[in-house]
């Protein structure tokens, strides 16, 4: 029989939960703002101490009236953050098991996709998840057949809270670890991100796919399109990750069409930078520069990146050269439109001529003496010295190179490669 000390104890629970139950809004309120004053912090047997041995008859409650009311956003915040300290106790497993029997997991993802809610009441529901997803494997399994890498990506894409999408973000870098059967499903919802208008998911999505590269080992083809829109993003922070992923791309599949890809966006179709010039340069009225085309930037980035792409391997600068990188390089840094399609055409230009021999022949025999004596002079700076005239020169030079010579130069030895 229990104790007169432990029947008290009973009653007064019993009572705290009638008046939940018959208690309005603002009696819940109140309820709730002592419940995480009082406990926030607290391991399980510390909860059941504080509810005498009852604590899973109030989460039940809590959750029942979250699933009734985050459409209206009653008290969202405060339910959030209660249920949290439950599933957040020590050695509460068994809070966690009874929070997912009754559906909480679709009810926090469903909090995500409602655009009349706040951001904050977001960042508490992907919290919440972040601990499920925290028991274990067959924990991210459940979120992510519950559709969570859908909902979790469309926030990281459409959210106007910094903190929210980098919440996001860490949800989503969990389960794409130790989720084997759902790692590949992770990879394609951090690829559809890319497109959005947002940079800093941007930058966070790329960052993932970095990160969890390894891990999922061959890259779909439908990575490279948004990848090289990316790279060409006006936000250097974007182009950056942009430019990190792509070194672990090269053992993969996806290797031959990236590097297509790369050089095509050396020559913009029509040779744009040729057609701007001649426009912009035909008004001796015009004061100051205009701002740069999304394919200049594009341009730039594509070069840069050549660059270290080709210092990977000589095999890979070889296969850069069988697809005519070194005319592409040349057309960049002809465009005087872009004073960063020429800095970094010219550094990579510098690599392929310093370390094939062949490849400084026929580009010395395609831009003649003059020019030519510029690069080797000064490689990093020698576009600032061309005029018009040259930078058309350039740009339109034609360079005939053997489509067998890359291999060839590779079997003559390697005493005459030099890297920079």
């Known amino acids: 029989m229990a104790s007169v000390k432990e029947q008290e104890a009973i009653r007064k629970l019993m009572v705290f939960l009638q008046e939940w139950d018959s208690g309005h809004k603002v009696a819940r309120s109140r309820v709730l703002d002592s419940f995480i004053k009082s406990n926030n912090g607290k391991t399980e047997p510390e909860l059941e101490l504080e509810f005498s041995q009852g604590a899973s008859l109030f989460l039940a409650r809590l959750t029942a009236w979250l699933r009734m009311t985050y459409m209206h956003s009653t008290c969202l915040d405060k339910l959030l953050k209660s249920i949290g300290?439950?599933?957040?106790?020590?050695?509460?497993?068994?809070y966690l098991i009874e929070f997912l029997e009754i559906g909480g997991?679709?009810?926090?993802?469903?909090?995500?996709?409602?655009?009349?809610?706040?951001?904050?009441?977001?960042?508490?529901?992907?919290?919440?998840?972040?601990?499920v997803a925290n028991a274990g494997r067959k924990y991210k399994e459940l979120?992510?057949?519950?559709?969570?890498?859908?909902?979790?990506?469309?926030?990281?894409?459409?959210?106007t809270s910094a903190e929210a999408q980098e919440d996001a973000q860490v949800l989503l870098d969990s389960l794409g670890r130790g989720n084997p059967k759902y790692q590949h499903q992770v990879y394609k919802g951090l690829i559809a991100v890319l497109p959005c208008a947002s940079p800093r998911a941007q930058q966070l999505a790329l960052q993932t796919l970095g990160a969890i590269q390894e891990l999922v080992g061959e890259a779909?083809?439908?990575?490279?399109?948004?990848l090289l829109a990316v790279l060409g993003s006006a936000h250097l922070e974007v182009q950056h990750e942009a430019l990190q992923l792509l070194p672990a791309l090269l053992p993969l599949r996806v290797r031959p069409a990236l590097l297509a890809a790369l050089v095509a966006a050396l020559t913009p179709p029509g040779h744009p930078a040729l057609a701007s010039r001649s426009e912009s340069t035909a008004d001796p009225n015009a004061l100051c520069p205009r701002e740069p085309t999304l394919a200049y930037i594009q341009q730039a980035a594509a070069a840069k990146a050549i660059g270290i792409l080709a210092k990977e391997s000589v095999e890979?600068?070889?296969?850069?050269?069988?697809?005519?990188?070194?005319?592409?390089?040349?057309?960049?840094?002809?465009?005087?439109?872009?004073?960063?399609?020429?800095?970094?055409?010219s550094i990579s230009l510098k690599y392929f001529?310093?370390?094939?021999?062949?490849?400084?022949?026929?580009?010395?025999n395609a831009v003649g003496d003059t020019l030519f004596q510029l690069f080797m002079d000064s490689p990093e700076t020698w576009y600032t010295k061309m005029d018009q005239a040259q930078a058309e020169e350039l740009a339109s030079s034609i360079l005939d190179i053997p489509k067998d010579m890359g291999r060839k130069q590779s079997t003559e030895g390697n005493d005459t490669k030099m890297n920079f």
């Open 353 to 364: 001529v310093h370390t094939f021999p062949f490849v400084e022949e026929h580009m010395k």
């Open 143 to 159: 979120i992510c057949e519950s559709y969570g890498v859908q909902c979790l990506a469309e926030l990281l894409a459409t959210s």
């Open 85 to 94: 300290i439950f599933l957040s106790a020590a050695g509460g497993r068994r």
């Open 316 to 345: 890979v600068a070889e296969e850069l050269i069988q697809l005519n990188v070194v005319h592409g390089l040349m057309v960049a840094v002809g465009n005087m439109e872009h004073m960063p399609s020429q800095r970094h055409s």
């Open 105 to 131: 997991v679709m009810t926090l993802l469903e909090i995500l996709g409602l655009n009349h809610l706040k951001e904050e009441d977001k960042r508490e529901s992907v919290k919440l998840l972040q601990l």
């Open 220 to 226: 779909p083809p439908a990575l490279l399109e948004p």
